[in-house]
């Protein structure tokens, strides 16, 4: 039963929700109005009659006995009095109860009702329906009839909203609320997805979307959905993270097996010129394998923080840049270091900026300079040359393992992917980020930050 019960229950799905917010804010808006309207607009009600309004309305009675206007048609009589009154005059026969009123908009069938009940009053009194005030009777005869005699007056309420805009008000008051209330519970889960997302897309692999995956509608299913994905890929990555490190591992014995033999056959006067070029490849692919065991250990988390002053953790990594800088006969621009003392890995992150210096030193034209900066949660290095630059696509994609890029910076350069992955995986270990932008030099300008303790 209980099953059932929630397998109907609408709320379960967004239409259903939709259906019923809608629903319910007509309803509550629909009640609303009509209470403010009962509250605000009366039907009929009877009203005070001032002093001014009987003595104009018995001053005009009293004239209908005049010699003159007896002989006029009663019409006539009615549209020549009604001009003083500012006002309607009307005059109805209290036997045959026919009414005559001087010039104007016809009258509602509400209010002719009202005048011939009002006609068989005894003394005069005000009524008002909406903003029409009637005051009579007043009695006169003419030519053998009673007629009895009213003036209708349009009397707006000074203090009372109008009813338009008390229903107006009511209605946007009510439908803001409650949609904004609507909307809100609608976007907040979407919003904690997409954040989630962006985690993920960022690297954080251990990204998931929390309470909105226990929602029972397609949200709910769509949180579960991306925390199995999220599951799946960080899986992946775990194990291709693990394949890496066991192949550098399993690739260093056949490699130093190959450097003995290179050794014996040197030893036995083979060909020079081949031993140096298959020496040269196994040089090449120790240094893959370096690299890749040194990306493994990034990746890995494994981190030894210690505090020292930031010109002697880079001290070294900017001497030798210099010498291959002047070595290539290019220009190394190095700005005042700051004197602060930083909580690092002094090894990581020297590996990181030898990785990106040398990288931007390989790839300029002329120069190549290294700038600080600082704010309140990181500290900045910046390296910019003066090279041929990357797209804006490219940028994002240098730091990928194995990446190289189609334009003249990787052409001919020797490498194989790896340098700036270790960089960002070793700036990330410091839970920092790295990024790169093109310079307005041309070049490519490369941002380490790194957070403070």
């Known amino acids: 039963m209980k099953t059932l019960l929630e397998n109907i229950n609408p709320a379960r799905a967004i239409m259903g929700r939709l259906f019923l917010w809608f629903w319910v804010t007509f309803i509550v808006t629909a009640l609303l109005a009509i209470w403010g309207a009962r509250l605000f607009f009366v039907d009929l009600e009877v009203s005070e009659i001032t002093p001014d309004e009987l003595a104009t309305l018995t001053s005009i009675t009293q004239r209908f006995d005049r010699p003159r206007l007896a002989r006029m048609p009663l019409q006539e009589v009615v549209n020549r009095n009604a001009r003083s009154l500012r006002g309607r005059l009307i005059a109805v026969n209290t036997a045959t109860q026919d009414i005559v009123m001087s010039m104007g908009p016809p009258l509602r069938e509400n209010d002719i009702r009202d005048l011939k009940r009002l006609a068989k009053q005894a003394s005069p009194i005000a009524i008002k329906r909406g903003a029409l005030k009637l005051v009579g009777p007043l009695f006169f005869e003419r030519r053998g009839e009673r007629y009895a005699l009213f003036s209708a007056k349009f009397d707006l309420p000074e203090k009372k909203t109008p009813p338009i805009v008390l229903f107006l008000i009511i209605a946007l008051i009510t439908t803001t609320l409650l949609s904004w209330l609507f909307a809100r519970t609608f976007t907040n889960p979407i919003l904690h997805i997409q954040g989630s997302v962006k985690r993920l897309a960022g690297g954080e692999w251990q990204s998931r979307v929390g309470p909105t995956s226990n929602r029972q509608d397609e949200l709910g299913q769509l949180a579960r959905d991306f925390n199995k994905m999220a599951e799946q890929l960080e899986a992946m990555w775990g194990a291709q993270k693990r394949l890496l490190a066991d192949v550098s591992h399993e690739l260093r014995s056949p490699l130093a ?197």
């Open 257 to 453: 097996r190959l450097q003995m033999a290179l050794g014996l056959a040197h030893q036995q006067n083979v060909d020079p010129a081949t031993l140096e070029r298959v020496e040269r490849e196994a040089d090449r692919m120790a240094s893959l394998i370096d690299q890749l065991l040194a990306l493994s250990r990034a990746e890995a988390g494994e981190i030894k923080l210690s505090a020292t002053p930031l010109p002697d953790v880079l001290k070294e990594v900017f001497t030798d840049a210099h010498f291959e800088a002047v070595n290539s006969n290019k220009q190394l621009v190095v700005f005042e270091v700051p004197t602060f003392t930083v909580n690092v890995d002094a090894v990581m992150l020297c590996r990181a900026v030898e990785n990106v210096l040398r990288n931007a030193i390989r790839h300029s034209r002329a120069s190549t300079e290294v700038y600080f900066s600082d704010d309140d949660d990181f500290w900045s290095l910046h390296i910019v040359d003066d090279g041929e630059g990357l797209s804006s696509q490219e940028c994002e994609r240098i730091f990928a393992p194995f990446y190289r890029a189609s334009l003249a910076r990787e052409r001919e350069s020797g490498g194989v992917g790896l340098g700036l992955s270790i960089a960002k995986a070793a700036v990330e270990l410091h839970h920092g980020h790295i990024t790169a932008v093109p310079a307005d030099t041309g070049g490519l300008h490369v941002t380490l930050a790194f957070k403070k303790s």
